[in-house]
């Protein structure tokens, strides 16, 4: 799709974040990813933009996005600071989704408070099934314990946390406010440095019929929730890549060995060229994925495993482009590899996706 084939609506809201990335992000980026500046702040002025509930519904002081303008926010965003993509994604992708779905009492004030700038932690799902020790029923509620091996989202003083949990084939997403029982422990990640990425230590929680937010009658029908989740980590992955092939070229055209620019070497043209070649494959596919008027599930799983490999072979091409400056942390290119590397890994593995890939198209 060409940048002209936008809406008005899309082509504002692409301007719009370019703008707040460029004057808000782009000064202290680095500074970000080192844990250096003040990432709540940051996170308070999306709220403030309109865009920290992107997919809440206007009613609920959110921007009703549709899926295309959504994913052009990510991409936009995650070319200057991934972290704070995938924070945006989570709450909208995950938690705002479910949300709007259930019939809970509380959803209409999760959804304000999302609309307002409040992130919700995600528990990623595994950790949480009846075939697993650590979590049995007792009479009328289900009680947890530590999983040494759970992590969840947006881990950094989550105002919630949604929680999945698998009983007799059922998946049922509970609603946890702050709690005792639960320990938010930061890991030090790849990349990702400050999307709250966190180990989750759980002691002797109860979870009663009154925090269940939504129940789903099969793993297929929780998984199919999935695919805005997916089709963001496409967007915010097509973001990084872009960024990546960007600074690679502007690094060519002023990088001078033997007295010309690297950009006039075969090797490295060849390089960008196909860098360019994947990020612009990986633009069409993820247009194409959010377009239909539903989310079509082999779609959404061809973007987000072919744009999380593209953000990963550009991130490393950036740094072979910039040499020995790519390793240094003074420049953009390993924090691109890195980001690129950890967001392809988030939640579902490569090998996951391919597995239920095939499992659409065959």
Known sequence: ?????????????????????????????????????????VYQKVAELGFAGSLVAEQFGGAELDRLSFCVMLEETARSCASLSLVLLVNNGLNAVFISKSRHKDRHILLKEIAEGVTGGFAVLPGFDENLPKIRADADKIIVDSQAEQFALNGNDPGFLLMPVTQSGKVSIYLVRSSSKIRYVPIPTLGMNVAGICRIEIAGLELVADQELIR??????????????????????????????????????????????????????????NMKIRTEAGRCLLYGAVKAPEPDPGLCLMARLFNTETAVYCGTRSVQVMGGYGYIKDYSSERYLRDAKTLQLLLESPFAVRDMLMKELL
Do not use: C, W
């Open 1 to 41: 799709m060409l940048f002209s084939e936008f809406t008005k609506e899309q082509t504002l809201i692409q301007h719009e974040i370019r703008k707040f990335t460029k004057t808000i992000i782009e000064p202290i980026e680095r500074d970000l990813d080192e844990g250096k500046a003040d990432f709540g702040e």
């Open 216 to 273: 789903f009658e099969s793993k297929n029908e929780y998984d199919k929730m999935l695919n805005v989740f997916r089709v963001g980590q496409a967007a915010i992955a097509l973001g990084i890549a872009g960024a990546a092939y960007d600074t690679a070229f502007k690094y060519a055209q002023e990088r001078k060995q033997f007295g010309r620019a690297i950009i006039e070497f075969p090797m490295v043209q060849e390089m960008l060229m």
